[in-house]
């Protein structure tokens, strides 16, 4: 239940929807470059990214763009955004048509997304939107997103009704996974990134599974090949499910283990708990749901608690790591004993 995969030079290729879309490597600065120029022929390439990212990846990759259309006259634009959840909002994604429109941006327009799960999200649901569709091209930061919500061409805004409520499906021309960027990745966010690998692990793959039982945080994250290994793993059962289910009227819901309480745990709590550990939590909690109904072992649930602890993720409401007033506490320990 793995998607299909090839080499090309520096990069490993996942292929989704039958296309080998997702590029997975080390280092692609000037890969990208050179291919979404190949791929797209466009007037202009407009970045969006938030104000944490501007400083940290946007200039080489700028550099590198410039330096590949010299001597076109196709252009570059930047747009960068407030980072965090606010953002995913109508009043940004309208800011962000607003530019395109005073810019002169037509359909021939590619839009390259720089960021994690919000930049996404966000630029993906303009891109569907604008001129009825233009391409965009995801470049995900953040562990979380690499392997998670930069795949399956799932995009929306946040609304005051709820989260993710306004969005449409459009698929990504590429998804280029560039490992190199989780150097800059704060540890809390690498954990939150492990509760997704770590989930689809123990829904398909033994193998990978097995792997994170061996090692840990701190290992994983400086074995540069073994970390490559897992994220793939996580990026290829995603894809092949995707590919099964795009618009998630049946198996696509497989990958929602550890949603359905973590979700909730999320709305109370975000944003003192990240998704990941809201997800954790969740995990644990329809694990311990199905030990009840005869659906798994103890066993089962042990190996799953013992591993998210490995990778630094709460495993109950007591952990230590989990940043929660007396009122927040007693709001989600009755959250937990209801689900249970």
Not at 59 to 72: H, I, M
Not at 306 to 334: N, Q
Request: charged content about 20%; some cysteine.
């Amino acid at each position: 239940m793995l998607a299909p995969i090839f080499k090309d030079g520096p990069t490993t290729r996942v292929e989704i929807l039958g296309s080998p879309s997702i590029v997975v490597g080390y280092n692609l600065t000037s890969y990208i470059a050179k291919e979404v120029l190949s791929i797209t022929k466009s007037s202009t390439y407009v970045f969006v990214t938030d104000s944490n990212l501007e400083t940290l990846h946007l200039p080489a990759l700028v550099e590198a763009f410039e330096d590949k259309l010299s001597g076109t006259k196709s252009r570059l634009l930047s747009y960068v955004i407030s980072p965090g959840e606010q953002s995913k909002s109508r009043k940004t994604k309208a800011e962000i048509e607003d530019f395109l429109f005073a810019n002169g941006c037509t359909r021939d327009t590619c839009m390259i997304g720089l960021g994690g799960g919000v930049i996404g999200d966000l630029v993906g649901f303009v891109a569907s939107t604008f001129m009825r569709g233009i391409p965009m091209i995801n470049l995900p930061t953040s562990l979380l997103a690499m392997v998670d919500s930069s795949i399956g061409g799932k995009t929306a805004i946040d609304v005051p009704a709820g989260k993710n409520l306004v969005g449409s499906f459009w698929q990504p021309l590429r998804v280029y996974v560039d490992l190199s960027y989780l150097a800059t990745l704060p540890k809390r966010e690498f954990s939150n990134g492990m509760a997704e690998i770590i989930k689809t692990a123990i829904i398909a793959d033994s193998e990978c599974f097995e792997k994170l039982e061996s090692s840990d945080h701190e290992a994983l994250a400086a074995d540069t090949s073994g970390l490559e290994a897992v994220v793939l793993g996580s990026i290829r059962f995603k894809a092949f499910v995707v590919t099964a289910d795009e618009r998630e009227s049946g198996l696509r819901g497989l990958l929602n283990f550890g949603h359905s309480i973590g979700h909730a745990i999320e709305a109370l709590l975000a944003p003192k708990l990240l998704h990941g550990e809201c997800v954790a939590l969740g995990m644990i909690q329809e694990t311990e749901v199905a030990r009840s109904l005869g659906a798994c072992s103890q066993v089962t649930l042990a190996r799953l608690t013992r591993v998210l602890k490995l990778y630094h993720l709460p495993t109950t409401l007591h952990d230590s790591a989990i940043p929660l007033g007396p009122s927040e506490r007693e709001t989600l320990t009755d959250l937990w004993q209801f689900s249970g």
